[in-house]
Protein backbone atom coordinates (compact mmCIF):
# COMPACT_ATOMS: atom_id res chain seq x y z
CA UNK A 1 0.00 0.00 0.00
CA UNK A 2 1.58 3.36 -0.72
CA UNK A 3 2.05 5.64 2.10
CA UNK A 4 -1.17 7.92 3.08
CA UNK A 5 -0.38 11.65 2.60
CA UNK A 6 -0.51 13.44 5.92
CA UNK A 7 -2.85 16.01 4.21
CA UNK A 8 -4.96 13.66 3.25
CA UNK A 9 -5.54 12.03 6.99
CA UNK A 10 -5.85 15.45 8.20
CA UNK A 11 -8.85 16.52 6.12
CA UNK A 12 -10.38 12.78 6.25
CA UNK A 13 -9.01 10.09 8.12
CA UNK A 14 -11.54 8.48 11.13
CA UNK A 15 -14.15 10.17 9.50
CA UNK A 16 -17.02 7.78 7.72
CA UNK A 17 -19.95 10.53 6.69
CA UNK A 18 -22.48 7.75 6.59
CA UNK A 19 -22.73 6.97 9.83
CA UNK A 20 -23.95 11.00 9.81
CA UNK A 21 -26.06 11.20 6.89
CA UNK A 22 -23.26 12.93 5.05
CA UNK A 23 -22.56 15.49 7.04
CA UNK A 24 -19.04 16.79 5.87
CA UNK A 25 -18.34 18.06 9.56
CA UNK A 26 -18.81 14.89 12.02
CA UNK A 27 -21.83 16.01 15.04
CA UNK A 28 -20.46 16.54 18.50
CA UNK A 29 -21.84 13.54 20.87
CA UNK A 30 -22.07 15.60 23.74
CA UNK A 31 -23.51 13.07 25.67
CA UNK A 32 -22.02 11.09 28.85
CA UNK A 33 -24.11 8.07 28.40
CA UNK A 34 -24.96 5.50 25.55
CA UNK A 35 -28.27 3.45 26.28
CA UNK A 36 -28.07 -0.23 24.93
CA UNK A 37 -30.81 -1.26 22.69
CA UNK A 38 -31.50 -4.88 23.57
CA UNK A 39 -33.55 -5.81 20.48
CA UNK A 40 -29.96 -5.02 18.44
CA UNK A 41 -27.87 -8.27 18.55
CA UNK A 42 -25.20 -5.75 18.34
CA UNK A 43 -24.42 -3.39 21.19
CA UNK A 44 -23.16 -0.25 21.07
CA UNK A 45 -19.29 0.27 21.20
CA UNK A 46 -20.12 3.26 23.10
CA UNK A 47 -21.14 3.38 26.54
CA UNK A 48 -19.94 6.16 29.19
CA UNK A 49 -17.79 9.22 27.65
CA UNK A 50 -14.97 8.86 30.27
CA UNK A 51 -14.61 5.88 28.41
CA UNK A 52 -15.00 6.72 24.92
CA UNK A 53 -17.43 8.42 22.16
CA UNK A 54 -17.42 8.80 19.05
CA UNK A 55 -16.38 12.18 18.58
CA UNK A 56 -13.20 11.79 20.85
CA UNK A 57 -12.17 8.35 18.55
CA UNK A 58 -12.65 10.45 15.37
CA UNK A 59 -9.66 12.90 17.21
CA UNK A 60 -7.99 9.61 18.00
CA UNK A 61 -8.06 7.84 14.44
CA UNK A 62 -6.67 11.26 12.91
CA UNK A 63 -4.03 11.27 15.32
CA UNK A 64 -3.17 7.48 15.47
CA UNK A 65 -3.11 7.91 11.44
CA UNK A 66 -0.71 10.66 11.29
CA UNK A 67 1.85 9.23 14.07
CA UNK A 68 1.52 5.90 11.90
CA UNK A 69 0.58 4.02 15.19
CA UNK A 70 -1.49 1.54 15.79
CA UNK A 71 -3.60 3.33 18.14
CA UNK A 72 -4.12 6.87 20.06
CA UNK A 73 -6.07 8.00 22.82
CA UNK A 74 -7.27 11.48 23.74
CA UNK A 75 -7.15 13.34 27.19
CA UNK A 76 -7.94 16.20 28.97
CA UNK A 77 -4.41 17.71 28.56
CA UNK A 78 -0.96 17.34 27.98
CA UNK A 79 0.07 17.01 31.41
CA UNK A 80 -3.08 13.71 31.54
CA UNK A 81 -1.49 12.03 28.74
CA UNK A 82 2.07 12.77 30.16
CA UNK A 83 1.66 11.57 33.76
CA UNK A 84 -0.43 8.49 32.39
CA UNK A 85 2.48 7.26 29.98
CA UNK A 86 4.43 7.68 33.05
CA UNK A 87 2.33 6.13 36.09
CA UNK A 88 1.14 3.37 33.45
CA UNK A 89 5.16 1.76 33.54
CA UNK A 90 6.37 2.32 36.81
CA UNK A 91 5.34 0.87 40.12
CA UNK A 92 7.16 1.79 43.98
CA UNK A 93 11.33 1.19 43.80
CA UNK A 94 11.50 1.78 39.91
CA UNK A 95 13.66 3.85 38.27
CA UNK A 96 13.35 6.27 35.72
CA UNK A 97 15.76 7.97 32.79
CA UNK A 98 14.98 10.82 31.41
CA UNK A 99 16.15 13.75 29.45
CA UNK A 100 17.28 16.79 30.75
CA UNK A 101 15.89 19.86 29.29
CA UNK A 102 12.00 18.75 29.22
CA UNK A 103 9.38 20.52 29.85
CA UNK A 104 8.57 22.49 32.94
CA UNK A 105 5.72 20.98 34.78
CA UNK A 106 6.83 16.89 33.40
CA UNK A 107 10.29 17.94 35.00
CA UNK A 108 8.10 18.45 38.54
CA UNK A 109 6.47 15.39 38.01
CA UNK A 110 9.46 13.16 37.38
CA UNK A 111 12.04 14.82 40.13
CA UNK A 112 9.75 15.72 42.70
CA UNK A 113 5.75 14.12 42.91
CA UNK A 114 6.73 10.73 41.69
CA UNK A 115 9.59 10.12 44.37
CA UNK A 116 6.65 10.07 46.93
CA UNK A 117 6.11 6.95 45.57
CA UNK A 118 9.37 5.78 45.94
CA UNK A 119 10.03 6.15 42.19
CA UNK A 120 13.54 8.02 41.02
CA UNK A 121 14.42 9.58 37.92
CA UNK A 122 18.22 10.74 36.68
CA UNK A 123 18.57 13.07 34.89
CA UNK A 124 20.72 12.47 31.94
CA UNK A 125 22.45 15.68 30.39
CA UNK A 126 23.74 13.99 27.08
CA UNK A 127 21.88 13.04 24.02
CA UNK A 128 22.81 9.61 22.73
CA UNK A 129 22.35 5.97 23.94
CA UNK A 130 25.57 5.60 25.61
CA UNK A 131 24.89 8.92 27.74
CA UNK A 132 21.30 7.14 29.21
CA UNK A 133 22.96 3.37 28.93
CA UNK A 134 25.74 5.12 31.66
CA UNK A 135 22.76 6.50 34.31
CA UNK A 136 20.79 3.23 33.79
CA UNK A 137 20.16 1.37 36.63
CA UNK A 138 18.75 -2.77 37.07
CA UNK A 139 15.36 -1.22 38.16
CA UNK A 140 15.07 1.19 35.21
CA UNK A 141 11.77 0.89 33.76
CA UNK A 142 11.15 4.00 31.02
CA UNK A 143 13.25 5.98 29.63
CA UNK A 144 11.05 9.58 29.02
CA UNK A 145 12.29 12.07 26.18
CA UNK A 146 11.57 15.21 24.37
CA UNK A 147 13.56 16.19 20.92
CA UNK A 148 13.66 19.00 20.52
CA UNK A 149 13.71 19.62 24.09
CA UNK A 150 12.25 22.34 26.21
CA UNK A 151 14.25 25.53 25.60
CA UNK A 152 16.99 25.36 23.88
CA UNK A 153 15.37 22.35 21.79
CA UNK A 154 18.07 19.75 22.35
CA UNK A 155 18.49 16.88 19.49
CA UNK A 156 18.40 13.37 21.03
CA UNK A 157 19.59 10.95 18.81
CA UNK A 158 15.57 8.72 18.79
CA UNK A 159 17.01 5.60 16.87
CA UNK A 160 19.98 5.19 19.04
CA UNK A 161 18.85 5.45 22.16
CA UNK A 162 14.85 3.42 21.13
CA UNK A 163 17.34 0.58 19.94
CA UNK A 164 19.08 0.53 23.16
CA UNK A 165 16.01 0.62 25.48
CA UNK A 166 14.35 -2.17 23.67
CA UNK A 167 17.10 -4.24 23.81
CA UNK A 168 16.55 -3.96 27.54
CA UNK A 169 12.29 -3.74 27.73
CA UNK A 170 12.82 -0.63 28.74
CA UNK A 171 9.95 1.46 27.75
CA UNK A 172 10.14 4.74 25.31
CA UNK A 173 7.78 7.44 25.65
CA UNK A 174 8.66 11.10 23.70
CA UNK A 175 7.04 14.14 24.16
CA UNK A 176 6.59 14.72 20.52
CA UNK A 177 4.84 18.28 21.10
CA UNK A 178 7.01 20.55 19.17
CA UNK A 179 7.40 18.68 15.95
CA UNK A 180 4.06 17.70 15.93
CA UNK A 181 3.07 14.27 13.85
CA UNK A 182 3.15 16.10 10.70
CA UNK A 183 7.21 16.54 11.28
CA UNK A 184 8.66 13.94 13.09
CA UNK A 185 7.33 9.78 13.51
CA UNK A 186 9.00 8.56 17.05
CA UNK A 187 7.23 5.20 16.46
CA UNK A 188 8.30 5.14 13.23
CA UNK A 189 12.47 5.18 14.76
CA UNK A 190 11.78 2.59 17.49
CA UNK A 191 10.23 4.84 20.42
CA UNK A 192 6.88 3.33 21.91
CA UNK A 193 5.28 6.11 22.89
CA UNK A 194 4.64 9.13 21.59
CA UNK A 195 2.97 11.72 23.59
CA UNK A 196 1.18 15.36 22.86
CA UNK A 197 -0.02 18.83 24.47
CA UNK A 198 -2.69 19.03 21.83
CA UNK A 199 -3.14 22.34 23.48
CA UNK A 200 0.03 23.68 21.36
CA UNK A 201 -0.30 22.90 17.17
CA UNK A 202 -2.29 19.92 16.95
CA UNK A 203 -5.24 22.11 18.02
CA UNK A 204 -3.34 25.31 16.86
CA UNK A 205 -6.30 28.00 17.75
CA UNK A 206 -5.21 28.68 21.26
CA UNK A 207 -9.02 27.70 22.44
CA UNK A 208 -8.67 24.44 23.91
CA UNK A 209 -6.42 22.72 26.47
CA UNK A 210 -5.73 19.18 25.29
CA UNK A 211 -3.63 15.67 25.08
CA UNK A 212 -3.54 12.73 23.25
CA UNK A 213 -0.71 9.35 23.15
CA UNK A 214 -0.18 6.95 20.73
CA UNK A 215 1.35 3.56 20.59
CA UNK A 216 0.36 -0.09 20.14
CA UNK A 217 -3.17 -1.00 20.52
CA UNK A 218 -2.28 -2.96 23.53
CA UNK A 219 -0.58 -0.15 25.35
CA UNK A 220 -3.42 2.28 23.90
CA UNK A 221 -6.58 0.15 25.40
CA UNK A 222 -4.68 -0.80 28.65
CA UNK A 223 -3.55 2.96 29.50
CA UNK A 224 -7.24 4.05 28.74
CA UNK A 225 -9.20 1.70 31.21
CA UNK A 226 -6.75 2.33 33.62
CA UNK A 227 -4.50 5.53 33.67
CA UNK A 228 -7.28 7.55 31.87
CA UNK A 229 -10.48 6.03 33.08
CA UNK A 230 -9.61 5.40 36.96
CA UNK A 231 -7.77 9.47 37.14
CA UNK A 232 -10.77 10.48 35.07
CA UNK A 233 -8.38 12.30 32.59
CA UNK A 234 -10.67 11.78 29.96
CA UNK A 235 -11.29 14.78 26.87
CA UNK A 236 -14.54 16.72 26.46
CA UNK A 237 -16.47 16.07 23.18
CA UNK A 238 -16.32 19.48 22.64
CA UNK A 239 -12.76 19.78 23.17
CA UNK A 240 -12.45 16.72 20.73
CA UNK A 241 -14.39 17.97 17.64
CA UNK A 242 -12.53 21.66 18.31
CA UNK A 243 -9.22 19.61 17.91
CA UNK A 244 -10.43 17.76 14.92
CA UNK A 245 -11.08 20.76 12.94
CA UNK A 246 -7.86 22.33 14.16
CA UNK A 247 -5.81 19.26 12.76
CA UNK A 248 -7.44 19.76 9.46
CA UNK A 249 -5.53 22.70 9.21
CA UNK A 250 -2.20 21.28 10.54
CA UNK A 251 -0.14 21.02 7.41
CA UNK A 252 -0.85 24.65 5.76
CA UNK A 253 0.27 25.96 9.53
CA UNK A 254 3.36 24.01 9.69
CA UNK A 255 4.41 24.96 6.75
CA UNK A 256 4.17 28.70 7.71
CA UNK A 257 5.21 28.24 10.76
CA UNK A 258 8.00 26.84 9.77
CA UNK A 259 8.98 29.34 6.70
CA UNK A 260 8.44 32.36 9.02
CA UNK A 261 10.66 30.91 12.04
CA UNK A 262 13.44 30.19 9.71
CA UNK A 263 13.19 34.05 8.46
CA UNK A 264 13.36 35.01 11.97
CA UNK A 265 15.99 32.64 13.32
CA UNK A 266 18.21 34.04 10.09
CA UNK A 267 17.39 37.50 11.18
CA UNK A 268 18.57 36.80 14.85
CA UNK A 269 21.39 35.18 14.11
CA UNK A 270 23.02 38.14 11.89
CA UNK A 271 22.18 40.63 15.01
CA UNK A 272 24.91 42.07 16.65
CA UNK A 273 22.99 42.22 19.77
CA UNK A 274 22.39 38.35 19.45
CA UNK A 275 24.96 35.81 21.19
CA UNK A 276 23.02 32.66 19.65
CA UNK A 277 20.35 31.39 18.33
CA UNK A 278 18.63 27.99 19.04
CA UNK A 279 16.56 26.97 16.11
CA UNK A 280 17.08 23.26 15.20
CA UNK A 281 16.89 23.66 11.38
CA UNK A 282 19.50 26.62 11.63
CA UNK A 283 22.89 24.38 10.28
CA UNK A 284 24.24 26.26 13.66
CA UNK A 285 22.32 24.12 16.13
CA UNK A 286 24.68 21.70 17.78
CA UNK A 287 22.80 18.64 15.98
CA UNK A 288 21.45 20.35 13.10
CA UNK A 289 22.23 17.32 10.86
CA UNK A 290 20.67 14.75 13.20
CA UNK A 291 17.70 16.72 13.34
CA UNK A 292 17.38 16.19 9.66
CA UNK A 293 17.56 12.91 10.01
CA UNK A 294 14.92 12.81 12.39
CA UNK A 295 12.53 15.35 11.36
CA UNK A 296 11.10 16.61 8.03
CA UNK A 297 9.98 20.00 9.30
CA UNK A 298 10.64 22.49 12.36
CA UNK A 299 8.03 24.14 14.06
CA UNK A 300 7.80 27.72 14.91
CA UNK A 301 9.16 27.95 18.48
CA UNK A 302 12.71 29.05 19.00
CA UNK A 303 14.70 30.94 21.21
CA UNK A 304 17.63 33.63 21.36
CA UNK A 305 20.11 34.85 24.32
CA UNK A 306 21.29 38.07 24.32
CA UNK A 307 24.73 39.33 24.55
CA UNK A 308 24.53 41.39 27.43
CA UNK A 309 21.56 39.63 29.63
CA UNK A 310 21.68 42.80 31.76
CA UNK A 311 19.08 44.52 29.68
CA UNK A 312 15.98 45.52 30.69
CA UNK A 313 14.13 42.90 29.34
CA UNK A 314 10.84 45.23 30.50
CA UNK A 315 11.76 47.50 27.61
CA UNK A 316 12.25 44.85 25.34
CA UNK A 317 8.91 43.46 25.94
CA UNK A 318 7.56 47.04 25.64
CA UNK A 319 8.80 47.66 22.11
CA UNK A 320 6.64 44.13 21.21
CA UNK A 321 2.85 44.61 19.59
CA UNK A 322 2.40 41.72 17.74
CA UNK A 323 3.95 39.13 19.98
CA UNK A 324 2.16 38.90 22.97
CA UNK A 325 3.89 37.91 26.41
CA UNK A 326 3.05 34.79 27.77
CA UNK A 327 3.01 31.14 27.91
CA UNK A 328 2.37 28.57 25.99
CA UNK A 329 2.83 28.07 22.29
CA UNK A 330 2.37 26.69 18.91
CA UNK A 331 -1.08 28.85 18.14
CA UNK A 332 -1.99 31.16 15.17
CA UNK A 333 -0.36 34.02 17.74
CA UNK A 334 2.93 34.95 17.89
CA UNK A 335 4.57 35.08 22.08
CA UNK A 336 7.40 35.79 23.27
CA UNK A 337 8.56 35.18 26.61
CA UNK A 338 11.40 35.25 28.53
CA UNK A 339 13.43 33.18 31.29
CA UNK A 340 15.43 34.29 34.23
CA UNK A 341 15.74 31.78 36.48
CA UNK A 342 18.27 31.49 39.34
CA UNK A 343 21.08 29.75 38.69
CA UNK A 344 20.64 26.51 40.37
CA UNK A 345 16.91 26.42 38.43
CA UNK A 346 18.24 27.12 35.18
CA UNK A 347 20.80 24.24 35.72
CA UNK A 348 18.39 22.03 36.82
CA UNK A 349 15.99 22.58 33.44
CA UNK A 350 18.55 23.56 31.21
CA UNK A 351 18.07 26.76 30.07
CA UNK A 352 20.37 29.44 30.14
CA UNK A 353 20.19 32.95 31.73
CA UNK A 354 17.64 35.52 29.97
CA UNK A 355 16.92 33.16 27.47
CA UNK A 356 14.02 34.97 25.07
CA UNK A 357 11.66 32.26 23.38
CA UNK A 358 9.22 33.36 20.44
CA UNK A 359 6.29 31.17 19.37
CA UNK A 360 6.19 32.05 15.49
CA UNK A 361 2.45 32.62 14.72
CA UNK A 362 0.51 33.16 11.66
CA UNK A 363 0.87 37.21 11.13
CA UNK A 364 3.48 38.71 8.40
CA UNK A 365 6.93 37.57 8.82
CA UNK A 366 7.38 41.55 8.06
CA UNK A 367 5.37 42.43 10.85
CA UNK A 368 7.22 40.38 13.11
CA UNK A 369 10.61 41.31 11.95
CA UNK A 370 9.68 45.03 11.85
CA UNK A 371 9.12 45.17 16.15
CA UNK A 372 11.86 42.61 16.57
CA UNK A 373 14.03 44.82 15.22
CA UNK A 374 12.96 48.00 16.83
CA UNK A 375 12.96 46.24 20.32
CA UNK A 376 16.90 45.08 19.47
CA UNK A 377 17.94 48.41 18.34
CA UNK A 378 15.87 49.89 21.85
CA UNK A 379 17.11 47.74 24.41
C1 LIG B 1 2.41 22.66 26.99
C2 LIG B 1 3.26 21.46 26.97
C3 LIG B 1 2.91 20.33 27.69
C4 LIG B 1 1.70 20.28 28.61
O1 LIG B 1 0.53 20.31 27.91
P1 LIG B 1 -0.87 20.83 28.53
O2 LIG B 1 -1.81 20.61 27.42
O3 LIG B 1 -0.65 22.27 28.89
O4 LIG B 1 -1.14 20.00 29.72
C5 LIG B 1 3.71 19.22 27.58
N1 LIG B 1 4.82 19.23 26.83
C6 LIG B 1 5.21 20.30 26.15
C7 LIG B 1 6.45 20.25 25.33
C8 LIG B 1 4.44 21.46 26.19
O5 LIG B 1 4.84 22.54 25.54
Not at 4 to 15: A, L, P, R, T
Not at 152 to 170: H, M, P, Q
Not at 245 to 264: D, N
Amino acid sequence: MTQQHKEDICMHGGEDRSLHYGAVVPPIYQNSLFVQDVSHTEASRFSYTRSSNPTIEAAEVKIAQLEMAEAARCFSSGMAAISASILHHVGQQDHILAARGIYGPTHVFLAQYLKRFGIETTFVDGWCAEDFEKAARPNTKLVYLESPGYGVFRILDLRGIAEWANSRGIVTVIDNTYSTPFFQNPLQMGVKIAVHSATKYLGGHSDIVAGAMAGSSDAMQTIALQERSLLGACMDPHQASLLTRGIRTLPIRMRQHQESAMRIAMFLESHPKVARVHYPWLPSHERHELARTQMCGCSGLLSFELKDTSVDYGGFRSKLHVFGYGPSWGGFESLMMDFRLSEADAAEMAIPYGLIRLSIGLEHPDSLLEELETALTEV
